[in-house]
């Protein structure tokens, strides 16, 4: 299956915890989406800002990400692992010169508030994904741009920092 990463999966590390099988593919460009950190978790304890696409009207509008070959028998362990607050969209995205279907997942609106901050840690993982599979510079800037607060959970930060240094 080919599965478009836009967030923190972009971490090859972070997906292979996840999808051992992962494999990347191409890196992907989405028109006519943004990428916000309006996503909210469903762990109760955390109350981050995670990546989400949304429709654009602008014809700018463009979303970076990376293209994985997963396993189809790992699929239901992303899909565990993204929860509730996702849902599975298809989609086509363009890559190396052709189009291609993939899937990914963007929020429910039950789980949209635009008023989150994404974690450090969780920026960290976006950002280093980003540059780990040499997206443009223009759009690593972007990401890393973008505000974010620390998490109360230390346990948690100082796991999530220690992945996000792995390489990609």
């Known amino acids: 299956m ?16 996840r999808t051992p099988s992962c494999q990347p593919y191409a890196v992907a460009r989405l028109p006519g989406y943004r990428l916000r950190f309006n996503k909210r978790s469903d762990d109760p304890s955390d109350r981050s800002g995670k990546c989400n696409i949304v429709v654009s009207d602008s014809e700018d509008a463009e979303v970076l990400g990376v293209v994985y070959r997963i396993d189809v028998t790992e699929k239901a362990v992303l899909d565990r692992a993204e929860g509730n607050g996702y849902a599975q969209v298809s989609l086509e995205v363009n890559a190396t010169g052709s ?7 963007h929020a429910r609106d039950t789980h949209v508030d635009e008023g989150l901050t994404p974690y450090a840690w969780y920026k960290a993982l976006v950002v280093q994904g980003a540059r780990g599979h040499r997206l443009p510079d223009h759009y690593v800037d972007f990401l890393d741009s973008h505000p974010a607060i620390d998490d109360h959970d230390t346990q948690r930060a100082i796991l999530h920092f220690r992945l996000a240094a792995r390489r990609t």
């Open 2 to 17: 080919l599965y478009f990463a836009y967030g923190s999966n972009m971490h090859a590390a972070r997906l292979r915890e």
């Open 99 to 105: 189009r291609l279907g993939v899937y990914c997942y």
